[in-house]
């Protein structure tokens, strides 16, 4: 079976243009699946439903692929998993993403993606090394903050140093270190900044 996805990020946008777009495509109005939800909310009720009813040879389409992906390793997470269901998929703007039929340009493309999310992780680890370097110059204990794994304590580091420079939102951290909200706020509350979360909480 064919279906389609579409999202737009408040209320007040419109569909109509992607679903135009998807149904051109002869895809069923019953089989396009949309929510209203901003793209950097973790929660697309009805994407994960699409996800969880997709079988085998089936094939998601959709208009754009930043109506689907919140981010590089978001998309890659999610080509994993459609890969893995053997489910296919396709962007009508940009033909160079279709594994509807095999094609080793589309395999390039996405596995160019997937070096560009890797390069993101490496990214971050490489800047909570830098996070922690830098709170050893100004003298803070780094040691594993109870209640947390030594493991995890670099994330914590990383979650305060995001936190204090306030350009990405709480679900774009929790995205790129993949934390829960829960955790992110543990971790604030274990480096000392229980008292600042208040105005973050949203």
């Not at 737009?8 to 419109?14: A, C, D, H, K, P």
């Not at 439903?49 to 689907?68: A, M, N, P, S």
């Not at 830098?130 to 209640?147: D, M, V, Y």
């Not at 947390?148 to 939102?169: D, H, M, P, R, W």
């Amino acid at each position: 079976m064919i279906f389609g996805y579409a999202r737009v990020s408040t209320q007040e946008q419109n569909l109509d243009l992607q679903l135009d777009a998807l149904l051109k495509e002869g895809i069923p109005q019953k089989n396009i699946f949309t929510d209203k939800v901003s793209s950097t909310k973790e929660e697309r009720k009805s994407l994960k439903k699409l996800l969880h009813y997709v079988r085998e040879g089936d094939t998601i389409i959709v208009w754009k692929l930043d109506r689907l992906a919140r981010s590089l390793i978001h998309f890659t997470k999610l080509m994993t998993e459609l890969e893995e269901k053997r489910v296919r998929f396709k962007s009508i703007t940009e033909p160079f993403i279709d594994t509807t039929e095999k094609s080793s340009h589309s395999e390039f493309i996405i596995n160019i993606f997937a070096a560009l999310a890797q390069l993101e992780r490496d990214i971050i680890i490489e800047r909570t090394k830098a996070g922690l370097e830098s709170a050893r110059r100004r003298g803070k204990i780094l040691g594993a903050p109870k209640g947390i794994s030594k493991k995890n304590k670099q994330k914590a580091v990383i979650c305060e140093e995001y936190f204090k420079e306030g350009k990405l939102t709480v679900s774009e951290i929790c995205e790129r270190l993949d934390i829960s909200r829960a955790t992110y706020y543990k971790y604030l509350r274990f480096r000392g900044l229980s008292d600042s979360l208040r105005p973050y909480t949203k």
